[in-house]
């Protein structure tokens, strides 16, 4: 019987929702808080606009329809949990964007993170998504990719350095490759934190699934 793996998205598009890429590589079954999105780009020209909209129903264009509000997840029903990572996580599951690492977690990401942990199910984390590990779980083990900006490849760098402010230890890894912290069943690839070839990315995304179910 196959692992019963739950996606949890933060809206559709990189700048300010979920990753598309990275939820493609990983879309089992589909949640999202139904919160307003902290803004809306244009993703045609990169800047921001006017409207308002719902993080449920943009993630719901990723899942074609087929996506639950966050706030019904259980995690006895599931075998692991993965959160792919886009602007809309450190904007809308979190607000690191704006605060870094005195953010503050959604009380349905956070409970979700907590009820996972708590049952040794694993939770699979990729791009800044696992930011959201190392403010839940102090102490936990994270990569964002690496540490200083290798040939110009890690340009977000320095979250490395606020994660690990943040009492987490911070590994460095390739793109291609995930970590995975044992002791706290998370697992985590730097994806999109890398300017790197998409078959790469697909790579790393794709260890990082394999890790998680190994674990589950």
């Not at 070839?197 to 589950?216: C, N, S, W, Y």
């Amino acid at each position: 019987m196959g692992k019963r793996v739950a996606v949890v998205l933060a809206g559709c598009g990189v700048f300010d929702g979920s990753e598309i890429h990275e939820a493609s590589a990983a879309l089992v079954k589909i949640f999202a808080p139904s919160i307003e999105q902290r803004d809306v780009i244009n993703h045609l020209k990169g800047s921001p606009t006017e409207e308002r909209r719902n993080v449920l129903v943009e993630s719901a264009r990723l899942a074609r329809g087929d996506i639950q509000d966050l706030a019904e997840l259980k995690a006895s029903e599931f075998d692991a949990v993965i959160f792919p990572g886009g602007f809309g996580v450190a904007k809308n599951l979190c607000s690191w964007a704006v605060d870094g690492k005195n953010c503050t977690v959604n009380e349905h990401v956070n409970s979700t993170l907590q009820a996972f942990h708590s049952a040794k199910k694993p939770i699979g984390l990729c791009c800044i998504s696992p930011v959201l590990a190392a403010k839940v779980f102090p102490g936990c083990e994270v990569t964002v990719g690496q540490d200083k900006n290798v040939d110009g490849r890690f340009p977000d760098a320095e979250t490395a350095s606020a994660i690990a402010e943040l009492g987490c230890k911070h590994i460095c890894k390739n793109v291609n490759e995930s970590h995975v912290d044992k002791a706290n069943k998370i697992v985590t690839t730097c994806a999109f934190m890398c300017k790197a070839p998409l078959h790469e990315i697909f790579d790393g995304i794709g260890t990082m699934v394999q890790e998680v179910l190994k674990l589950a």
